[in-house]
C-alpha cells in the first residue's frame, strides 16, 4: 500500500471538470485507488464518490493505492490536484 497526503491546490478544488479528469486519469491504473478527506473515504474511480466528498482548494486529502502501478498512480492523481486541468 502506498499513501501520500497531498494538498489541494488547483483553482477550482475538486468539482466538475477538474474531477472527471481526476476519476479518468484514475480508471487509467489497475491498482485499487482511494482518496479522503476527513473522516470520509472513497473510491478515487468513482465520479459520484468524488463529488459528495466536497473537495475544495486548501483541503488537505490522503491518497492511497494498493496494488503494482500504486506509487505511479498516486503520482499522477497527486499532480492533477496541483493544478487546473482544463
Given at each position: 500500500?502506498?499513501?501520500k497526503e497531498v494538498l489541494v491546490s488547483c483553482?477550482?478544488?475538486?468539482?466538475?471538470?477538474?474531477?472527471?479528469?481526476?476519476?479518468?486519469?484514475?480508471?487509467?491504473f489497475e491498482c485499487s485507488i482511494w482518496i479522503e478527506?476527513?473522516?470520509?473515504?472513497?473510491?478515487?474511480?468513482?465520479?459520484?464518490?468524488?463529488?459528495?466528498?466536497?473537495?475544495?482548494?486548501?483541503?488537505?486529502?490522503?491518497?492511497?493505492?494498493?496494488?503494482?502501478?500504486?506509487?505511479?498512480?498516486?503520482?499522477?492523481?497527486?499532480?492533477?490536484?496541483?493544478?487546473?486541468?482544463?
Amino acid at each position: 500500500m502506498f499513501e501520500k497526503e497531498v494538498l489541494v491546490s488547483c483553482e477550482s478544488g475538486l468539482h466538475n471538470r477538474q474531477a472527471t479528469y481526476f476519476v479518468q486519469k484514475a480508471n487509467e491504473f489497475e491498482c485499487s485507488i482511494w482518496i479522503e478527506s476527513g473522516n470520509r473515504k472513497m473510491n478515487a474511480k468513482s465520479l459520484l464518490g468524488i463529488m459528495s466528498l466536497g473537495i475544495v482548494t486548501g483541503t488537505t486529502v490522503t491518497l492511497s493505492a494498493t496494488g503494482a502501478d500504486a506509487e505511479a498512480a498516486v503520482a499522477a492523481l497527486e499532480a492533477l490536484l496541483q493544478r487546473d486541468v482544463y
